[in-house]
């Protein structure tokens, strides 16, 4: 059987900055290859600037790749099968302000999600959109709020919500958890591990907190200047890291 | 000395059928060379605290307190133009969304270099626009960004979030200011270059005495990194101390329930194990619950607690809650 993710020499380049005329590239993501199983978390770690957040909008594919493939069960995935990527593949990002638009209630938001992209019935959006609130750790009555009125943490949650509420394969989650305070976190952490179980989703999960990776991730990719260095099982890679970028994060892990 | 010496600050939101009370009469000081922790759930006012001392509030929030001074002088008595010409002077902020704080449409690297003051730069007047472009380039090598030429060039947009956040870092410590109130500075970056930033700090702390206000809610930073510790919960400080003390024997439900929360950070968790956390969520502002406001989560909650709880001093560690933790026999009598 095949894995549930494949990617074969995935590659992104953008044009350089200040280079209008001489279309100078700078290259983001170096070609990259791994595998994802079903039900399993896959850490992507790295220096700011790494390519990490490229790396995640391409296999949402809100980004095209300049180059590489991407296989969902054994499937590449190309235009045409856009709408089942949304659904399957979601992407939580960094930023959570930045990705909700700001004239919209929370509720109107997660209802286009599903209108989009699910064939429900109003009445069952609106159970599903407060019971993916609850699931999340806020209450139904955030779907009438304007995401002004809620705080960095809460607006995370939120787009935790968004991802979730269409009952993906995978979710990749770009710091999405940094934001997240805590007593919140690990709520949240234990819903995603959860949810994992019941659900078997699988998790690519960008994080700058060593402690989340070694907790909940089963392999960790190391990118360093749009490179893959190191790939390992997690355990292995905190033990004995060999690339000498690696070795210096796990060595900084406790300051 | 106390640089900074907050009574009593209370952040409130008029609506037109309600007055929202985002910060409730919360009192701090910073003393000079300190760094000061300020953690809490998301949502608990942290960041507009750090925006009331800096005055940049918008009109529709009413900030009040029963002092706020600033060396001696209650910031929130002085004309407009005097606060701003201080705090432009001596405090500097680093936000929590970098992206939104610079502007879309200027270079990052003209953006750094108005953000450095004539008067730190050594050097005449036909001589400063070098002195300030080397001056530039050494705030990014200090924050760990190597190639300065490139990140000068660009548009905020066209970097990544955490290269942006290493320049607002840049921006701030360009004026040697007394405060640096920090506003989750690292919560973008990754564990090398936040030890690097940290570090940075911590040499302007001992260097230049600069103080610095911490603001995040991760436990492992505060433990690493600050002298002393409030902790917020729903927009009231429910424990203050030492940091150490804090960690070793947290006084209040809350502050335990954080530190355990966090995985190896107290004990060894195993992999993909559950996580110790409260249960339920921060009540929003609309519908506070009545006395304690961590009751409806807090697993030590008595009939006592639907009274609010003051704060107590036991030696230099407060705490507000009925039941403390970690009492010794003596310092339940007191
Ligand atoms: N413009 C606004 N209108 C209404 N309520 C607001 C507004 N800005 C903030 N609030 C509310 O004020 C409270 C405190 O917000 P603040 O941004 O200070 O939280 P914080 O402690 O910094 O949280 P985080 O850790 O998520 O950054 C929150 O409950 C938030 O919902
Ligand atoms: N839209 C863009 N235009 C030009 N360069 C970009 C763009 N987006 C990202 N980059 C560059 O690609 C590299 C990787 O960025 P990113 O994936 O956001 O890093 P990370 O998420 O690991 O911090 C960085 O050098 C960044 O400046
Ligand atoms: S006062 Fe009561 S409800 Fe509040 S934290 Fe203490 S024990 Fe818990
Ligand atoms: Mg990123
Ligand atoms: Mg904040």
């Known amino acids: 059987m095949s894995a549930l993710l494949e990617v074969h020499n995935l590659c992104k380049n953008y044009p350089m900055p200040g280079t209008l005329l001489y279309r100078q590239q700078i290259t983001a993501l170096y070609p990259l290859t791994f595998t994802l199983e079903r039900q399993q978390s896959l850490a992507i770690i790295g220096e700011a600037g790494s390519g990490k957040s490229t790396l995640a909008r391409l296999l949402a594919g809100v980004e095209k790749p300049t180059s590489g493939d991407i296989i969902l069960n054994g499937y590449p995935l190309t235009e045409k099968l856009q709408r089942q990527r949304h659904k399957d593949i979601r992407l939580i990002f960094q930023d959570a302000k930045d990705s909700l638009s700001p004239g919209v209630k929370i509720g109107s938001t997660l209802d286009n999600a ?45 787009a935790l919500a968004r991802a979730l509420i269409l009952d993906p394969q995978i979710v990749i989650l770009d710091e999405a958890l940094g934001a997240l305070d805590p007593s919140i976190r690990a709520q949240i952490v234990n819903l995603l591990l959860e949810l994992q179980e019941s659900m078997h989703l699988s998790y690519i999960i960008v994080t700058h907190q060593l402690n989340l990776v070694k907790h909940m991730s089963d392999n960790v990719l190391v990118l360093n200047e749009g490179k893959l260095v190191e790939s390992n099982e997690t355990n292995r890679l905190f033990m004995s890291p060999t690339h000498e970028y690696t070795q210096r994060m796990i060595a900084s892990r406790n300051i | 000395m106390n640089l900074l010496d907050v009574r009593n600050l209370t952040i409130e939101l008029p609506t037109h059928d309600q007055q929202i009370i985002a910060v409730d009469r919360v009192s701090m000081t910073i003393r000079e060379g300190e760094i000061l922790g300020l953690v809490g759930e998301s949502g608990s006012g942290k960041s507009l605290i750090a925006k009331a ?28 133009e005097e606060r701003r010409e201080i705090i432009g002077r001596d405090i500097s902020i680093i936000y929590q969304e970098p992206s ?69 870092i840049a921006m701030a410590i360009a004026k040697c200011p007394k405060l640096i109130i920090a506003d989750e500075p690292t919560a973008s970056l990754e564990a090398t270059t936040r030890a690097q930033i940290f570090r940075v700090l911590k040499s302007l702390n001992q260097l230049k005495n600069t103080s610095i206000l911490l603001i995040t809610h991760d436990f492992e930073i505060i433990s690493h990194w600050t002298d002393h510790t409030n902790v917020l919960y729903c927009g009231q400080l429910v424990e203050s101390g030492k940091t150490s003390d804090i960690i070793t024997k947290p006084f209040h439900p809350y502050t335990d329930a954080l530190i355990t929360s966090v995985p190896d950070f107290k004990e060894a968790t195993a992999h993909k194990q559950k996580l110790v956390t409260l249960p339920g969520t921060i009540p929003s502002l609309e519908h506070l619950p009545i006395g304690c406001r961590l009751g409806p989560r807090c697993p030590n909650a008595k009939r006592e607690c639907v009274i609010a709880p003051k704060m107590t001093k036991r030696q230099s560690h407060s705490v507000a809650c009925h039941f403390p933790l970690n009492l010794t026999k003596k310092e339940t009598i007191t």
Request: charged share 30%; proline share 4%.
């Open chain 1, 114 to 158: 599903l209108k989009l992209n699910t064939d429900l019935a109003k009445e069952e959006r609106i159970q599903k959109i407060g019971r993916t609130l609850i699931k999340v750790g806020l209450l139904p009555e955030h779907a009438e709020y304007y995401p002004h009125m809620l705080s960095g943490g809460q607006l995370q949650r939120i």
């Open chain 2, 53 to 80: 001392i800096v005055g940049v509030l918008n009109n529709r929030w009413k900030v009040t307190a029963d002092r706020m001074q600033w060396m001696g002088e209650d910031l929130l008595r002085l004309p407009v």
């Open chain 2, 100 to 168: 939104r704080c610079l502007d879309p449409t200027a270079k990052v690297g003209e953006q750094l270099k108005e953000s450095i003051p004539n008067s730190i730069l050594k050097a005449n007047f036909w001589q400063r626009r070098k002195a300030r472009q080397e001056k530039a380039e050494g705030l990014l090598h200090k924050v760990g960004i190597k190639n300065h030429k490139r990140v000068m060039n660009a548009y905020p947009h066209e970097l990544s979030e955490g290269v942006c956040q290493k320049v607002m």
